[in-house]
């Protein structure tokens, strides 16, 4: 009796092992893909509005704030009153395309997120970013954030 326990028991953690293998597997590959470093996205960015299909939205007429930081250890995380709601790595693949002067870069989620891209601009005097949901037809898909 003891023995089929102590064979589960190393079946499990073998089990186990290999799961988290993979895991850590694919975030090396993931990590390893084209990716380019963008200094300027680095830090934190404060939520200004979101907009499409005729609505905006904003901190005031929704009730919250939200801030998300872009971090050199290539972590993105993402905050609503200060509670981190997402954490997940990313990468940025060269400029996909330009768009009125702007270079236009795509952005990965490593999980818990679809791809966006993004460019930079100046929003009221600040540095100013502005994503775009890739897969948001008939959407909310344009999302403005400030330089804190």
């Not at 003891?2 to 590959?29: A, G, H, M, R, V």
């Not at 954490?87 to 400029?95: G, L, Q, V, W």
Request: net charge negative.
């Amino acid at each position: 009796m003891k023995s089929t326990y102590f064979l589960l028991l190393i079946f499990s953690l073998t089990i186990f092992s290999c799961s988290q293998k993979d895991n850590d597997e694919d975030l090396e590959e993931f990590l390893l893909m084209n990716n380019i470093s963008l200094s300027s996205l680095s830090g934190s960015w404060d939520w200004e509005n979101s907009n499409g299909s005729g609505i905006t939205l904003s901190p005031a007429t929704e009730g919250y704030n939200k801030t998300i930081t872009f971090g050199n250890d290539r972590m993105y995380r993402e905050y609503i009153d200060s509670k981190l709601s997402i954490e997940t790595y990313y990468r940025i693949d060269t400029t996909v395309n330009h768009m009125n002067d702007y270079d236009l870069y795509k952005i990965h989620f490593f999980n818990d997120k679809a791809e966006q891209t993004f460019l930079f601009d100046s929003i009221n005097e600040k540095s100013g970013l502005v994503i775009y949901d890739t897969d948001c037809r008939d959407c909310i898909g344009t999302h403005v954030y400030s330089k804190k």
